[in-house]
C-alpha cells in the first residue's frame, strides 16, 4: 500500500490557495479554490486553507518571512573611507583624486565609429585603498598618499621588541 501524505482537509472539503506557486503540471494562483481531495491539495497542503476562510483571517506570507539581518553602517559597500583587509596595511595607499577611466569601444564597432566614449568605465574614488603596487599607483603617484592609521597594540609590541634586541 503506498504512503500518502495527511492533509488537514477533507476530500471533498472546498479550500482557497493563499499564495501562487506552480507545480509540474499547472500553476495554482492566490485565491483559486480546489476540493481537499484534490492532487495539488494533497501534495501542497500548507499552501490551502479552508474555502471558508474570511479575506482579513489569510494567512500573510510576508508575516511567515523571518526577520531582515540587522544592517552594519561599516559593510564594506562604501570603498571610500573603508580600508582594504585584502591589502596589508604597509602596502595601502589611498586616492587623493576622483577620475573616471571610460571604457573603450569594440575596434571597427559603431561607437568606435562615431569618436564619442562610451558612457561606461570604471572610476578611481577619492579616499579608495588601492595596494601601493598597482599599476595605477605606478603610474600616478601623485594622486595617492600613504593614510594614517591609529597606533595598535602590535606595533607597540613590535618597536619594543626591536629597541630590545
Not at 561599516?74 to 577620475?99: A, D, M
Request: aromatic share 10%; glycine share 8%; charged share 25%.
Amino acid at each position: 500500500m503506498p504512503k500518502t501524505k495527511k492533509t488537514p482537509f477533507a476530500p471533498d472539503q472546498v479550500v482557497v490557495a493563499t499564495r501562487t506557486f506552480a507545480t509540474e503540471d499547472t500553476v495554482v494562483h492566490v485565491g483559486e479554490k480546489y476540493r481537499g481531495g484534490d492532487p495539488v491539495v494533497v501534495a501542497n497542503h500548507s499552501a490551502f486553507v479552508d474555502g471558508e476562510t474570511l479575506p482579513g483571517e489569510m494567512p500573510n506570507f510576508w508575516e511567515e518571512l523571518p526577520a531582515p539581518p540587522e544592517h552594519d553602517p561599516s559593510g564594506g559597500f562604501n570603498i571610500r573611507v573603508q580600508p582594504s583587509t585584502q591589502i596589508p596595511l604597509h602596502r595601502q595607499v589611498r586616492s587623493k583624486v576622483e577620475y573616471f577611466f571610460p571604457m573603450q569601444w569594440a575596434p571597427g564597432s559603431a561607437g568606435e565609429r562615431r569618436g564619442i566614449p562610451p558612457p561606461f568605465g570604471s572610476a578611481l574614488h577619492k579616499g579608495q585603498i588601492k595596494d601601493v603596487c598597482d599599476p595605477l599607483v605606478r603610474a600616478h603617484p601623485d594622486w595617492f598618499e600613504f593614510p594614517a592609521r591609529d597606533v595598535r597594540l602590535e606595533d607597540i609590541e613590535r618597536m619594543t621588541n626591536e629597541e630590545v634586541t
